[in-house]
């Protein structure tokens, strides 16, 4: 069993950043793949990033491309959401989720592979 504790959101002007954090607890996070979703007002959970157990195995959904860094910790068992230039349309809360077989399907945010997810953070982008 895997628990995901997300921190790091909060309220930012449209163009500044923030890093969101997913501490795992339970079990070694090296054993899993980690991805970033979020799920807006009124919209369905969609993928955000997703970071296999090396660099090369890293994932972005088009909307978050070249401005959003998942990275990982394995000593801290911490991956992390660095977020640029956000915008409004990012406005979310913001959920980590655990997945132990990491390949394609988790590579493109099927939510069905994801074994284990936090409680989410919220992020707010003001105009």
């Known amino acids: 069993q895997v628990q995901l504790t997300e921190s790091g959101g909060g309220l930012v002007q449209a163009g500044g950043s923030l890093r969101l954090s997913c501490l795992a607890s339970?079990?070694?996070?090296?054993?899993?793949?980690m991805g970033w979703f979020r799920q807006a007002p009124g919209k369905e959970r969609e993928f955000v990033a997703a970071?296999?157990?090396?660099?090369?195995?890293?994932y972005y959904a088009d909307s978050v491309k070249d401005r959003f860094t998942i990275s990982r910790d394995n000593a801290k068992n911490t991956v992390y959401l660095q977020m640029n230039s956000l915008k409004p349309e990012d406005t979310a809360v913001y959920y980590c989720?655990?997945?132990?077989?990491?390949?394609?399907?988790?590579?493109?945010?099927?939510?069905?592979?994801?074994?284990?997810w936090g409680q989410g953070t919220q992020v707010t982008v003001s105009s």
């Open positions: 989720a655990a997945a132990r077989i990491v390949g394609y399907s988790f590579l493109k945010g099927d939510e069905k592979v994801y074994d284990y």
């Open positions: 339970g079990r070694t996070m090296s054993r899993y793949g």
């Open positions: 970071r296999g157990w090396s660099a090369d195995t890293t």
